[in-house]
């Protein structure tokens, strides 16, 4: 599974400079990791900063009115400013190094200029003692050291930020008890984020919130899968009800629904042995769909039906 990034990509005309928002919805996105190639890989030491930072990135991945233009890219860092300094209420233009830079900044590293780029972003970032810098093959040719709020830069070029730590991370092999409910769900509200351009926190508690945040995810799937056009607003209704229908899942498929029962399984407290977007459903995925069912009082037979998904968003 690639790690998810966030970045500013290139205008709704294919150019440096486009109308304010985000008319493609691919101008400000969320999309999976890929080689550059990068020269240099930044990572916060401050985690709780680059958590906050990372949040900001999905804040301005999710929110259709910023979009991407050079000869303004201030401007919607200006707006976040004004409106409770935040993307979630931001509107205007924004580029790939300006959207990293001010998300730190937004996150409470003031020190930055939110008018670096990315010819002298590495030098700015290391300057405020909160960086270290990785050149190393390991860690610029695949993601599986990219840690949340990490940023790859290919200096004069490009610049994107990680949303989620890689299997080799360095809060990977920190002591975490992976068997509790507790993490699981939190693992769910993370990537519930990711996938469905939500603000969760990140508490492992199933509050209101998180409950829509299931039905949110499912809306989400059946839009990528089926195209079925719902609106993503967390409320079970007779168009949701009926885009669902009778779709079933089975080891052997991969789409986005899969990815949805992922994560929806996660929200629940189990471990579904690994999440890709589209996801890929395997051996270990079968056997916590088979968990689910029997202790859910559902049909055991290992495939995620109407039934199974339904269960899974009350």
Known sequence: MAVLIGHAS?????????????Q????????????????????CTDKELARKAAQEMRYACANNNIGYGQNDRRTAYESAVKNGRTFKNAKGNTDCSQLAVSCYILA?????????????????????????EYTDSAHLKSDSYAEEGALYLKEGSHVVMALENGSNSGSSGSAVDTSTKEYWIKQGQHHANNYASLSLLEDGIVGTQTRKARIKVLQRAMNDDYESGLAEDGIWGTKSNKAL??????RGECQYMITALEILLMLKGYDPHGIECPGQFGSGLESTVRE????????????AGRDTYISLIV
């Not at 290139?10 to 985000?22: F, P, V």
């Open 245 to 250: 229908g009778n779709h079933t899942v089975r």
């Open 24 to 43: 493609t919805g691919k101008e400000v996105c969320i999309r999976s990791w890929y080689s550059k190639p990068w020269n240099v890989m930044l990572v």
């Open 108 to 132: 409470g590293l003031t020190q930055l200029s939110p008018d670096c780029y990315t010819g002298n972003m590495r030098k700015a970032l290391l300057n405020t003692g909160k960086f270290k």
């Open 292 to 303: 689910y069912q029997g202790d859910s009082g559902l049909s055991v037979d290992g495939i």
């Open 10 to 22: 290139i205008s709704e005309h294919g150019t440096i400079n486009g109308t304010r928002g985000d």
